[in-house]
């Protein structure tokens, strides 16, 4: 929470610091006391701590300025920042007009000049209208607030990236929150330049991509040093485990990560089979717990940094980013995990964040109160996010296109679904098209046996079907199968296809083709798809990297 501001404001400088100084010297601890020697800066001042939600508790300005008296300053004032104090400094000669003012403006209080001593005639004023501010705002806090539209894509983006990245955000939609629209028209924000994003502290952001988010937010977005001992790419369960059995051992450490903590898991509203937590938790738990790991024992953690290229340089293993140079690392740990497939719809591209996602946070539910929502796929990762939807929506419909949920999905969340009145499932279906003009509003559904289809109305539409490893930036000499999931151990020398492997040892369980590269998780072939075995292969990876460490 930031201090709340003082704003003093006096065309001549002598007397605007003599006032500075007798307010710091008494409120300088709970509040930031700022300046003006204008109107106009004043105004300019108030609207860009209107815009950090920087809360404006007193206004004390002099009454006779050029450009701007101090009554129309206040009045102009009260636009951008209602509930802030205002008291007005006068000579004798204007009282009439305080006097005025405090029924035309409702100014709370003036005081003639001289306030010398403080003591005696500024002090007790102005600690009667801080006590009185402070009782009408209890909870003023300084969370980011987040201007924009509800079926906006890159709106969609930017609270994905917050609420994953566990930043407090209030959310404005400028269609329907006037104090959205008022936000928007302080910054003089375009449509096209939503949505506007509002920190606490620094300029407010338009449009912005996640680099430019993170660094605005203080998180760390570049590596700290020059050469690593490990480098562990993607910050999902896998990824995180191998982080705190790393650092914990005194291995140099750096995660980096695209997106967020937590990978697809850390999206999950519960993880209900995971050893050791018989009532379950959260993805976002887990996520938190492990990152609280990572930081006791060290390791760094990059965000928003996209790996898109793996080079080796003898000893070395060199990792591009995108935009932001290169990371020297002596081992390194693929555990980037896996995404969920495009779904082949008629109209899906175009509708794609605007009613239609792939994946589903736990706080998504919120928003889906009273509506028709659809869920396609069979797996866990479906499962779950459809129990966590249909606690509010007035229904959900799961959409599979195999013939029973058990064929895929964990009995635990069977028997829950199917006792669950909210939720229909429709086997052996799939969806054929999308239909929305700003946002979906219609689905069209297959019967895979029968061949018939079925519009349907649907508010929304969350997408949960199999998984694509990104890869691609690993580069030909890490050997891959058809669907890119790297091939790991014993897979680049058994079979009847040419060896991948050319050291004289054998290479390490989860070595991949190129010496001092292992892959973790999800993202290696014929994986278990289970946090629990993802963080145990993150663990054991970095047993391998000490044995290959020791080698070199």
Not at 296 to 307: C, I, N, P, S, T
Not at 314 to 323: E, I, T
Not at 385 to 391: D, I, P, T
Request: charge should be negative; aromatic fraction near 6%; proline fraction near 5%.
């Amino acid at each position: 929470m930031g201090r709340p501001a003082i704003l003093a404001v006096d065309d001549d400088p002598s007397v605007v610091a003599a006032i500075v100084r007798d307010l710091r010297s008494r409120y300088g601890a709970d509040y930031r006391v700022v300046r003006a020697t204008s109107g106009a800066e004043a105004l300019d001042v108030v609207e860009r701590l209107a815009l950090r939600d920087a809360a404006v508790a007193l206004i004390v300005t002099d009454q006779r300025m050029p450009g701007m008296t101090g009554v129309e300053l206040l009045h102009r004032a009260q636009e951008v920042t209602p509930g802030t104090k205002t008291l007005l400094l006068t000579a004798y000669a204007d009282t009439e007009v305080a006097i005025r003012a405090i029924n035309d403006v409702g100014l709370d209080h003036y005081l003639l000049k001289p306030w010398d001593p403080p003591d005696q005639h500024l002090y007790p004023v102005v600690d009667d209208l801080l006590e009185d501010w402070a009782r009408q705002h209890p909870d003023h806090t300084s969370d980011v607030r987040v201007v924009g539209h509800r079926w906006s894509e890159r709106s969609h983006e930017v609270k994905t990236f917050l609420a994953r990245n566990y930043v407090p955000y209030r959310w404005y939609d400028v269609e329907v929150d006037a104090e959205g629209r008022r936000l928007v028209e302080l910054a003089g924000a375009a449509p096209d330049e939503l949505p506007l994003v509002l920190p606490a502290e620094g300029e407010p952001l338009r449009s912005p991509s996640p680099r430019d988010l993170a660094d605005a937010l203080g998180l760390r977005t570049r590596p700290d040093r020059p050469l690593y001992d490990v480098c562990i790419v993607g910050g999902g369960p896998a990824g995180l485990a191998a982080a705190v059995y790393a650092a914990s051992e005194g291995l140099s450490t750096v995660v980096v990560e695209r997106e967020a903590p937590g990978g697809q898991a850390g999206q999950s509203a519960s993880i209900e089979n995971y050893l050791g937590f018989p009532k379950g938790l959260s993805g976002s738990d887990l996520t938190q717990r492990a990152m609280a790991q990572v930081s006791r024992f060290g390791a760094e953690v990059v965000l928003a940094q996209d790996v898109t290229g793996l080079e080796v340089r003898g000893p070395v293993r060199v990792l591009h980013l995108d935009g932001s140079g290169e990371l020297e690392t002596r081992s390194v740990i693929v555990a980037s995990g896996v995404s969920y497939r495009v779904l082949e719809a008629e109209g899906m591209a175009g509708l794609t964040g605007r009613g239609a996602y792939y994946g589903a946070n736990a706080s998504d539910a919120r928003q889906c109160d009273g509506d028709v929502v659809y869920v396609v796929g069979g797996a866990n990762s479906a499962g779950q996010a459809a129990l966590n939807l249909a606690r509010y929506a007035a229904r959900v419909v799961l959409v599979v296109r195999g013939a029973a949920l058990a064929d895929s999905m964990s009995q635990y969340l069977v028997d829950r679904i199917e006792a669950s009145a909210a939720i229909e499932v429709r086997t052996r279906c799939e969806v054929a098209a999308t239909h929305g003009t700003d946002h979906l509003e219609g689905l069209t559904l297959r019967d895979r046996d029968a061949g018939r289809t079925d519009d349907v109305p649907a508010d929304w539409l969350f997408v949960f079907i199999g998984a694509a490893p990104r890869t691609d930036w690993l580069g030909a000499e890490v050997v891959r199968d058809e669907r890119g999931f790297v091939r790991t151990g014993q897979e680049l020398v058994a079979g009847d296809e040419k060896p991948a492997w050319t050291l004289p040892r054998a290479p390490y369980a989860l070595e991949t083709s190129v010496p001092g590269v292992f892959a973790a998780g999800d993202v290696r072939r014929d994986s278990m798809k289970r946090v629990a075995s993802a963080v145990g292969e993150g663990a054991m990876a970095v047993h391998l990297v000490h044995r290959y460490l020791a080698t070199i």
